[in-house]
């Protein structure tokens, strides 16, 4: 069971005042619906979402010189290069919209 915390000041421990309301320890918030609680994060959650984010910043970061790539090889009509670096891109954009980066998974889908 996971915990519940204040959303204003993070605190685990709640009093009860009735049978639906409880009171945070710390801020005094009177709680009355779930939505007004969050559930605590783990570490291990905490870290899969930083890995997360990591890997879609640099998945944009990546697309955003393909880009630059790809109009440098158009203002110089490299078509070689052009299609290399849009195959390129659009893996990268099919990763940003799914998250899978394993190449085989997305050659099954396509299949």
Known sequence: ??????????????Y???????QCKKCG???????????EETQQRKEHLYLE???RAEAISKISLL????DQCLDARD????????????????FLKTG??????RSKDKV
């Open 100 to 105: 899978r980066s394993n190449a085989k998974i």
């Open 67 to 70: 880009k630059r790539k790809i």
């Open 29 to 39: 918030l009177h709680v009355t619906h779930p939505s007004q609680y969050r559930r």
């Open 16 to 22: 009860v005042v009735h049978f639906n309301e409880t």
């Open 1 to 14: 069971m996971k915990k519940l915390v204040c959303k204003d000041c993070g605190n685990a421990e709640f």
């Open 53 to 55: 984010i990591k890997r």
């Open 79 to 94: 078509q070689e290069g052009f299609k290399k670096f849009t195959c390129e891109l659009r893996v990268c954009q099919h």
